[in-house]
């Protein structure tokens, strides 16, 4: 009889240790599954927060547009879109930040269909060589863009991406994001990287010949790429003028001391205002985030955006 006790005990203590564990991991599931649930209750609001924050960026464009006075064809790093904003909603904030694309170089311009240089080559020649970049990036950017097979000297064509690893074709279009630069002969990360903050592939137009440089924007290295006789001096009173008030037209620009001797030979490259807008929006909500990215083109007054680029991450 002692040892049936003893044997009905360690039973007991057995299935007591079953059920014990059993319930822990019935808690750790429900944990689980629960902060699960969480998590993705909290991602999908802060995905939403960034989609809004799109839309409230397209809005702060509209409203730059309508502040700008006397309805004078001009935008200015001065100007609320060019400033980061961040506002609090009930469960998280958004994030917003925009940059002009007209400010920069359309790379897209700078390779005609045929293969030859133009204006916008030379300009592409200038800043590379100031950001210390061989200059020779521009033949492996015309093969990439042009419609014919033959590469030029510091180029390549389909016969040299086919011998790669992962072999692809040229190809003989025009580019659709900055990022597919990587594909391309010599554009390595590093030199994408020094590029990208002076680069665009996003026009006034679809069919845009040349890039019009606003001069409002341009950072200092395009700026001193329009033209040889921009010396860093004058350069530097550019960047002095607009950091205190917009320049508005032609009459603003050689206003500026020394640049209406020098202006004549790049008036046909630069504009006053831009068309085109990069907008980043950062969604939160706790610990989870989301990225709503926008390129959007045609933002005076209240005249309805044309979307141009869309990514989510």
């Known amino acids: 009889m002692r040892g049936e006790k003893g044997f009905a005990l360690v039973i007991a203590l057995i299935v007591t ?3 014990v564990a ?6 750790n599931e429900v944990y689980v599954d629960t902060s699960h649930s969480h998590n993705f209750v909290a991602s999908q609001q802060a995905g939403v927060l960034a989609e809004s924050g799109i839309a409230g960026g397209i809005k702060l464009l509209q409203v730059s547009s309508m502040l700008r006075t006397g309805g004078a064809a001009y935008s200015s790093l001065l100007e609320p879109w060019a400033q980061p904003h961040s506002f609090d909603a009930e469960n998280g904030t958004v994030s917003i930040t925009i940059e002009e694309e007209s400010g920069k170089l359309n790379l897209n311009t700078a390779a005609s269909d045929n293969g030859t240089a133009n204006a916008n080559t030379d300009l592409a020649q200038r800043l590379l060589a100031k950001l210390k970049l061989p200059i020779d990036l521009t033949d492996a950017l015309m093969d990439w863009v042009d419609k014919n097979d033959s590469p030029l000297p510091g180029g390549a064509e389909s016969s040299y991406y086919h ?6 074709s040229s190809k ?21 990287g020094k590029l990208r903050p002076h ?4 026009g006034a137009s679809d069919l845009e010949p040349t890039s019009l440089i606003n001069v ?3 950072s200092k290295e395009l700026l001193a790429s329009l033209d040889n006789k921009l010396t860093d001096d004058l350069v530097q009173r550019i960047i002095d003028f607009r950091k205190t008030r917009p320049i508005k037209g032609m009459a603003d620009f050689n206003s500026i001391p020394g640049i209406d001797s020098v202006s004549a030979a790049f008036a046909d490259k630069i504009t006053f205002i ?6 980043r929006a950062e969604g939160r909500v706790g610990e989870s985030v989301a990225v709503a990215e926008a390129v959007v083109r045609n ?12 990514r989510e991450y």
Do not use: C, H, Q
């Not at 025009?174 to 994408?192: H, Q, S």
């Open 17 to 19: 240790t079953l059920l």
């Open 22 to 27: 059993l319930l822990a991991e019935f808690v």
């Open 163 to 168: 011998s790669l690893k992962t072999p692809y």
């Open 172 to 192: 003989n279009a025009k580019l659709d994001t900055v990022e597919e630069l990587a594909l391309l002969k010599g554009f390595t990360p590093e030199v994408i």
């Open 199 to 202: 680069v665009t592939v996003y």
């Open 216 to 218: 409002n924007t341009a």
């Open 274 to 279: 831009g068309s085109v807008y990069r907008i």
């Open 299 to 310: 933002m005076g007054g209240s005249a309805t955006p044309v979307l141009l680029y869309w």
